[in-house]
Every structure is written in C-alpha cells, then in structure tokens.
C-alpha cells in the first residue's frame, strides 16, 4: 500500500527548508512518494526544492485556491493509494508512517486517519489544531481531545490509543485515494478552515470510518498561513462551520438548529467586543452575511443519503466548558 506525501505550499520556502528535513529522513521510499503542491507561489520555493531536492516531486496549480481547491486540483495528479495531506509547517517523527499503514492494512472500513499531533514550539503539549482527534457539538462547534477553546492539555501519553473520532485535522490528513475522489473532494467554497471536517462528514454520512492512531506523532506550529488571531480566521471558521451544519445535518430540526447557532455566534460576537477585540465581532457579522448569501448553494449541496443523527458527542460545548467547567473530553 503506497503513500502519496503532499505537502501544499504557498510562499513557504522557509517553512520547506526548515521541515523538509524530517519528513525526507522518516518517511520510507520504498512505500512513500513526496510531493509538494504549489499554489501559484510568487517567492523561489520551487526553484529551491529543484535545486535542493530533485527527488522530489512538484505539482504546479495555476492559481491560489486556498486549501480545498490548491488539494483538489494537485491531487488530480496523484496516484497513490493513500494521500497523506501535510502542512508545511508539520515536523514528523521517526517511523511516523508504519503505524498509519499498518491501520489501513489490517481495518479496511477505515478512510481516514489523523496521527497525534503535538505543539512543535512546546513539544510536550497537544496542538490547537486537531491534537488527538476532532468531535463536533450539537450546533456545529468542533473541539478535539487535548484541546477544549483555550485549554491544551500536556501529553502525558493519555491518547497513546486508537478509536473512532468525528473528524480528522487537516493538518495532517490521511485519506484513501478512491474515498476522496468518491465525495468529490473538499468543497472548495470554503477556500481554507474546516473543510476537512465537512469532509468527514460527508463520509460518515456514507458510512465511512475515521479513526484517531495515537501511536504516530507529528509537530505542527499552526497559524503559518493565517494567524489564529487573525479576524479572517474568525470569518472563515464562523461562516463555514455554519456551511457544514447546513449540508451535513438531519433535516428534521434544521431550522431551530440554525437560529439556534446563530444565535450563540451573536453572544460570541458581545464576548470578542467586550474583549475589545470588534474586528472579531465584525468577522462574525460578515461570515453570517456569507452564509446567507450561500445558503440557497448549501442547501442544494446537501447529500440525498441518510445524515448521521447521532454526529455531536455533547449537545453543547460552549455550556460544557464554560457553565459545567469541563475541561476534558470523557
């Protein structure tokens, strides 16, 4: 079972310098091919990796879709069984790929994996970004093992495990060939920012399974492309979590699971102005303006299958986390 590693770039030759390296060292090249795709970049990233590393193989997308349109249109040239999306910010570990084959070989319903993926700037503790495995609430919030809104937990070897988890990051993303290309791709409306978790949903509205491998650990640094405090970030994250509770949730309920939403976005909103942070507050505003103008799109987007009824492990973590005080997943 062979390994497609595809690295997605964006005028990131010092991040391919500096984590090239590792990925090159511990990826095994009798099973493992590594790609990077480059969306348009205008800095020398692919003269460095010409000149630095013939071996490795470059793709060229014409234009800077983002995320989800940069994957969809690199991976047309693909043709390993597995991709392995990587950012590029991603440091891996010794053997980081045994433990993500061996799964695929031996459970065969399993589409798509996500690794560990701890803090490369504090390497003891989990990693904003998916940590150990992704689980949506009720109204569309998603929250990871290790990570609960500001609270990381240190990797005390409590995830060293293998289980069913509701999404997978992007950051570092496994996902058979033929099951990517069965849902058609990521949905490159949503440009960058949980796009992978409409993904997965997606599949497990198919019946597909995602799995968490706690035995294959990578460093991430995260908000190389878009800060986490970034007002985009906000914009993206609000509007598109929103897109993916109107595409992927039962029907039944749709609406007041909507207004519903909305209306802890609109609380959100007080808490970011209250904070004197009002360009978050604005980029909420805005990302509901989005999904309006989105809304008829969304709706015709969603899958005639059966959706998943039973898709939030906790009705509400907002109220988990800040009323109950809960700061672990049980």
Known sequence: ????????????????????????????????????????????????????YPAIKIIVNSSNGGYAKGYNDALKHVDEEIYALVNSDIEVTKNWLTPIRELYMTQKETAIVQPKILDFKQKDHFEYAGAAGGFMDKYGYPFCRGRIFDTIEKDMGQYNDILPIFWASGACFFIKKDVFHTLNGFDEAYFAHQEEIDLCWRAQNLGLSIVYNGHSTVYHVGGATLNELNPKKTYLNFRNSLYNLVKNTPKKGLFLLIFTRLVLDGIAGVKFMLALKPSHTFAIIRAHFGFYSMLSSMLKKRNSSAQKQDYYKTKSIVWDYFVKGKREIE
């Open 1 to 52: 079972m062979n390994i497609a590693i595809v690295i997605l770039n964006w005028n990131g030759k010092q991040l391919l310098e500096q984590f090239l390296p590792s990925i090159i060292a511990f990826s095994d090249p009798s099973y493992s091919t590594i790609y990077v795709a480059d969306n348009a970049s205008t800095d020398d990233s692919i003269s460095f990796i010409k000149e630095t």
